[in-house]
């Protein structure tokens, strides 16, 4: 089993719809956890830290669930400009990736 | 305030060539990580760099080898270089204070294709 699952997608929406994606991880003590946005041939940046009780940066919401192992990143009012992969990121004393969900908002 | 700045952007080498690729960190940081990133996957951790020293690796080869200099830059080596070795090489570094749980930032990276 992967450290990092994620499903691929790809997600494709129309602007303004609500768009979850899912990451599973498999190391119970993983220490922290991050979203990560990669536009097509660019370096992923940084979106949010992923925290316990769950936080929110605008129209980005970001869960983790311990229990269950996996964390979670939702998307409110989808702009074209939100087409992009996302990668979730699990550090189990370093960084492991998932392979990213592909996203793409059409008018 | 400048972030992660890897060199060259491209590269393109002939299989069994050697290269080398450079990274200065983001300002302040003092962790430097590798990655290497196929086409459709996440990135893949090569290793990581902390106080001059190599504190973690991921399963690569050792054609694979890195240095992290007193500046905190880093480079990354590769030998014998493969086909499979063309792919984008990502740079990451962190303030991590020997905590390791810390955000890491990615330079643009460098894009290898392999001959």
């Known amino acids: 089993r992967k450290e990092v699952e994620q499903d691929p997608g790809p997600f494709n929406v129309p602007e303004g719809a609500t768009v979850a994606f899912n990451c599973t991880y498999s190391?119970?003590?993983?220490?922290?956890f991050f979203w990560y946005r990669q536009d097509c041939r660019k370096e992923p940046k940084l979106l949010m830290s992923v925290y316990s009780s769950g936080n929110e940066d605008g129209r980005f919401t970001a869960q983790l669930n311990r229990a269950s192992q996996y964390i979670s990143l939702l998307i409110r009012d989808s702009k074209l400009s939100d087409s992009a992969t996302y990668l979730c990121a699990v550090n189990m004393g370093r960084l492991y990736f998932g392979r990213g969900t592909q996203l793409t908002v059409w008018p | 305030d400048a972030g992660v700045t890897q060199s060259p952007t491209h590269l393109i080498k002939t299989r069994g060539q050697q290269v080398t690729l450079r990274c200065s960190p983001k300002s302040g940081h003092d962790t430097v990580s590798w990655y290497q990133q196929a086409l459709g996957q996440g990135p893949q951790f090569i290793f990581q760099y902390y106080e001059e020293e190599e504190r973690q690796r991921g399963n690569f080869p050792d054609r694979f080898s890195g240095h992290q200099f007193p500046n905190y830059s880093s480079e990354l080596n590769v030998n014998a270089l493969l086909l499979g070795d063309s792919a984008l090489y990502l740079c990451?570094?962190?303030?991590?204070?020997?905590?390791?749980?810390?955000?890491?930032?990615f330079g643009d990276g460098t894009r290898l294709s392999i001959l």
């Open positions: 990451a570094s962190s303030l991590d204070r020997g905590r390791r749980d810390q955000p890491q930032h």
């Open positions: 190391n119970s003590a993983s220490q922290s």
